[in-house]
């Protein structure tokens, strides 16, 4: 997909050459031509010259200046100047969950382009966008050859209207394409088929070809970096802006150098190793840093490994997590079908960039050096509530055991009798309530995959049967993993180890695990166990996997399918058996693991181009009932007031050309006080509505039925459903209403516990302005705008934390909200606060400056005040320009009609 509209690219510092291809002559924009001038780039970071690259071809003079592309060409890895640069990527990537509001704002800036007089029609993404509807499908039914067909027929029945909504837009908006429900994950999707490594453009008649680079409104956009695309997740408000052709503010960072040397030993995958990097990043501390792998080590690990590596930046903390491209790159194109033309193109082009990693290529200057020596590496799992906590396979029962008695403060041996459809069984204290395969970080990895499939192979031949109160479900992240099972024969062992295909998209990994058996569920509920899920996601955060599920790991495929047979956490699987023979003999994890020459071979005799050549050749067809679907072709959306899926937002309401200002604020109330690592699961949930919560009750007045909900992440193209399920996870504890779970709070001055979305509501009839206290990585997790969007509609004008995760802080400003930091040893606790004091911040203006200090003042119940100093964190001058506008959208927008 190229963009074709003329760019106003001024070539300043004349490296503008040619390039013969397969395809023909194209031209390029020269680093090593930029090197003769600035000697530094040749030991600069890949990544970083993936940045210089795109500033030094946007240049124009206007958004993209002289002094960008020097400061990216002089940039010093030991010491990084606190620069702002305009990035600009050459595509967005979305899934369905963030898409559809994003395709919702759009239509309503047409609406408001339309009312000030201007042509609708012209509001459309100017660079290339891809849409996979990824996230809807849910998990109602599984263990059966009829689940991916049943699951299909729901998740259409469910989300009709929101799929013809995106039919509308793609066929409404240029450069937009959507890949229809049950084709695949995003991610996966973007790694096997949609990045071409190297993208090109039209300009002054000639083919000019630069690095492929995007944005996702994803946060596990990162996982493109395995292949050598510099790419990351941003808010859908932030992509929707980058669409529209404007940049991405960012701040030069630090590259974090990350050697990898040795190779895994024999029982270890690249899950493990991913889990391992984790842990070690996350404790040495890379938030709003590049990664950046390099060492022996790459050349030990296929283009999948690196895929599933780069894919958990966001749990490591990093922005991106980057490999370099090299040999292995183009053997992954040719493996993936990817045209040899293209293989072609994409060799010369990064060799005569300077930047195709070879054996002899120096080794670039890191701001920070971190090491690895892969042989050190052992099976492990991550849990039971944070990736970042790994656990050795052989510590899973000693930690869970001692989770289930610090932390969730419960009994070890609790077990109930069931009666089930299989026949009798028990439930007890780490039971393995769900067994997943699921998600793009391993179901891209075709060894894990096989592995998965050996292992359930050899335990059935063992005389091995999963027990049939464990939820099992395979989702593959695309159409081709099912092929290369079905080439190897694994999948008949899968079905029959219960692992049928559920779906193609997120499932599990997103809470879309659907309902657990209802004998389970009640024995569950009725005697408050604490089971377990285990699955091959890339997250386990509280509440996010299963309401029911409290403690949940993350493991490798073959991992999943062990513990499904073992049946239990309690059960030490490196060292206890996980079954009994036909004979009653016991089977060891040992019997059932395959070695890596079996998983190799099969891998070899299995995983082959033409299957990727099928199933990609017709991405964009869908099915028939994709295919059903009838809209018509109209500029502007049609709204339909009764809709409780799609509903034009009030962003625009008023929109006038004339910018609002920063407003004065009003002493504030607090809404909330909450601790460290709240993420954006806790403060917009994704998965099932309640009946009795604010959004449910809603619905219910709107005529819904409670079996018609769906889940939040479905409905994020109603404002009036999302704003009522801010801050309405099942498991988020708020420290104004100690011992309560859930989204509530208590209302000052009156005293009452109540819904925090009704709290709210009764503040905005006082007119009363609203703050968040909270401590450490707020907002951490998933790239999720409505965290942003629902936090605003609220009435929450700041958010005061001690620290902030890099995309929410920037969605907060985006949404026109002031993110303060407390200053190092200064905190909630220090200063005693109880959410019953009023906040008032001195200095917040139109003159605000970046990264400066303002003054706080709180004053408590009896009349005494605290007076400190915090960070506003609004980290470039830009962002002011947001918060002066309402936003980011509304700066947008005012620009493009400020240009017509």
């Given at each position: 997909m ?5 760019p ?5 510092f004349?490296?503008?050459?040619k ?8 031209a ?9 001038k600035?000697p530094?780039?040749a030991?600069?970071?890949y990544?970083?010259?993936?940045l ?9 003079g206007?958004?993209?200046?002289e ?5 990216v060409a ?7 100047a ?27 800036m ?15 993404p100017v660079l290339?966008?891809d ?6 499908v849910q998990v109602?039914f599984?263990?059966?050859?009829e689940?991916l067909e049943k699951?299909?027929?729901?998740e259409f029945?469910?989300?009709g209207?929101?799929y ?9 908006f240029d ?5 229809p429900?049950?084709t695949?994950?995003?991610?996966q999707?973007n790694?096997?088929y949609?990045a ?19 944005v996702?409104?994803?946060s596990h ?8 695309v510099v790419g990351w997740?941003?808010g ?7 669409m ?9 960072p ?6 990898l040397t ?10 493990d ?20 792998f390099?060492g022996?080590?790459?050349?030990r690990l296929s283009l ?5 590596i780069a894919?958990?930046?966001?749990e490591?903390?990093?922005?991106i ?5 090299d ?10 079908g990817?045209?040899?033309e293209?293989v ?5 082009y ?5 930047m ?5 290529s120096p080794?670039p200057?890191?701001t ?11 099976p492990s ?7 970042q906590?790994?656990v050795?396979?052989?510590d ?6 001692k ?6 403060k ?10 089930m ?11 393995v309530a769900?067994a997943?395969?699921?998600?793009c970080?391993?179901t891209s ?9 050996l ?5 059935l ?6 027990n ?5 479900s ?7 993993v099912?092929q290369y099972?079905q ?5 008949k062992?899968l ?8 779906g ?14 209802p004998?389970v569920s009640e ?7 604490v ?5 091959s996601?890339n ?8 309401a029911?599920?409290k403690a ?9 399918v062990?513990y499904a047979f073992?049946?239990n ?23 059932i ?7 190799k071979a099969?891998?070899e005799s ?8 099928s199933?990609?050749?017709?991405v ?8 059903a ?17 799609i509903?034009?937002p ?8 004339t910018?609002?200002g920063?407003?004065?604020?009003s002493?504030m109330?607090?809404?909330?006080v909450?601790g ?5 699961d806790?403060?917009?949930p994704?998965g099932?509505?309640?009946k ?8 219910l007045?709107?005529?819904v039925?409670?079996k018609?909900?769906?889940?939040y992440g ?7 459903v999302?704003?009522?399920g ?7 504890r ?6 309560v779970?859930?989204g509530?709070?208590?209302?000052i001055?009156?005293?009452?516990q109540?819904?925090?979305?009704d709290?709210?509501m009764?503040?905005a009839?006082d007119?009363t302005?609203l703050?968040?206290?909270a401590?450490?990585?707020y907002?951490?997790g998933s790239?999720r ?5 629902g ?7 700041v958010v005061?934390?001690e ?6 802080r ?13 200053k190092e040893s200064e905190?909630i606790?220090?200063?005693?606060f109880?959410g019953?004091?009023t906040?008032?911040v001195?200095g ?6 970046p ?5 706080v003042?709180a004053t408590r ?9 915090a960070?506003?964190?609004?980290d470039?001058?830009?962002?002011v ?5 309402g936003?980011i959208l ?11």
């Open positions: 190229s963009s074709e509209n003329n106003k690219w001024s070539d300043k004349s490296t503008r050459s390039l013969q291809t397969k395809g023909g002559e194209v390029y924009y020269s680093l090593l031509e930029l090197q003769k600035f530094g780039i030991k600069l970071p990544s970083i010259r993936v210089l690259e795109s500033v030094l071809r946007q240049e124009d206007f958004i993209v200046s002094e960008d592309v020097k400061s002089q940039y010093q890895p030991a010491k990084v606190e620069t702002e640069i305009p990035f600009k990527p050459a595509r967005v990537v979305m899934q369905d969950f963030t898409g559809v509001p994003g395709v919702v704002d759009l239509a309503a047409r609406d408001a382009v339309g009312e000030l007089g201007f042509d609708a029609g012209k509001i459309n290339p966008v849409l996979v509807i990824d996230h809807s109602d599984a263990r059966s050859p689940a699951n299909i027929k729901i029945e469910r989300n209207e929101r013809e909504f995106l039919r509308w837009g793609a066929g409404t450069n937009f394409r959507v890949v429900p049950a695949g994950i995003v991610h999707v790694l096997e949609l071409n490594l190297v993208q090109s453009r039209q300009h002054n008649g000639e083919k000019v070809v630069y690095f492929d680079s995007c996702g409104t994803d956009t990162t996982m493109i970096n395995g292949l050598g997740g941003v859908g408000i932030e992509a929707e802006a980058v529209l052709e404007q940049p991405v503010y960012m701040l030069l630090e590259v974090v150098g990350f050697k040795g190779e895994l030993p024999e029982g270890a995958t690249a899950t190793l991913v889990l391992t990097i984790t842990q070690q990043l996350r404790a040495f501390g890379v938030v709003g840093k590049f990664v950046e390099y022996p080590g790459l050349a999948a490994d690196r895929a599933t894919n958990m930046a966001p490591y903390g990093a922005t997590g980057f490999f370099p491209v040999n292995e790159t183009l053997n992954y194109m040719r493996l993936t990817r045209s040899e293209l072609d193109l994409v060799e010369k990064h060799k005569a960039q300077g195709f990693l070879q054996a002899d080794e200057e890191f920070h050096k971190l090491e690895l020596d892969m042989t050190t590496v052992f799992m991550a849990g039971p509530r944070r990736p906590d790994r050795a396979l052989s899973v029962k000693k930690e869970f055991e989770a289930v008695k610090e932390y969730y419960d009994e070890l041996s609790k077990s109930v009798k069931i009666t459809p299989g026949g009798e069984t028990n439930v007890s204290t780490g039971s769900i997943a395969i699921t998600s970080t391993n990895n075709p060894s894990v995959m096989i592995a998965a499939g292992v359930a192979r050899k335990a031949a063992k005389g091995l049967q999963v049939p109160a464990v939820k099992t395979l989702a593959p992240g695309s159409r081709v099912t099972l080439a190897a024969g694994l999948d062992d079905d029959a180890a219960g692992f049928q295909t559920v193609y998209g997120c499932t599990t990994c997103i809470g879309n695990s659907g309902p657990l058996a004998e024995a569950i509920s009725k005697n408050g166990l089971v377990a899920g285990v699955l996601g997250r386990n955060f509280e509440g996010r996997i299963h029911e599920v949940n790991y993350l493991a490798s495929p073959p991992l999943v062990a073992a049946g956490l309690q059960t030490d699987i490196s060292k206890d058996p996980v079954g009994k023979d036909k004979d009653g003999k016991d089977v060891f994890l040992k019997d693991w395959p070695s890596q020459a079996e998983i099969t891998l299995a995983v082959k181009p033409d299957l990727f050549r199933e990609y050749g017709n964009l067809q869908g099915n028939a009932a994709w295919n679907i009838k809209v018509d072709k109209t500029d502007t959306y049609n709204w339909d007031p009764k809709s409780t899926y509903r034009k009030d962003y625009f309401k008023g929109f006038t050309l910018p609002p920063i407003p004065t604020l002493p109330r607090v809404l909330a909450f460290d690592s709240v993420t954006t806790h403060i917009s994704a099932n509505i309640k009795d919560s604010p959004a449910g009750k809603w619905l007045e709107n005529g039925e409670v018609d909900f769906n889940s479905s409905r994020r193209g109603n404002h009036e999302m704003m009522r801010t801050f309405a996870n099942i498991r988020i708020n420290l104004m209403v100690p011992g779970e859930g509530y709070t208590k209302h001055p009156s005293g009452e109540m819904s925090i979305y709290a709210a009764k503040y009839d007119k302005p703050i968040v206290l401590g450490k990585e907002g951490t790239s705008d409505w965290a942003a969007k936090t605003s509609l609220l009435g929450i004008k005061l934390a620290s902030f995760e890099r995309i929410h920037s969605n907060l400003i985006g949404m026109g909200i002031l993110p303060l930091q407390f905190n606790s220090s200063f005693k109880d019953t004091e906040f008032e001195h917040y203006d139109d003159n605000v400056k990264r400066s200090e303002m003054k003042t119940t009896d009349g005494s005040k605290v007076e400190f100093s960070k506003v964190r609004i470039t001058p830009v962002e320009e947001y918060l002066k506008n936003g509304q700066t947008v927008l005012r620009n493009l009609a400020a240009a017509k």
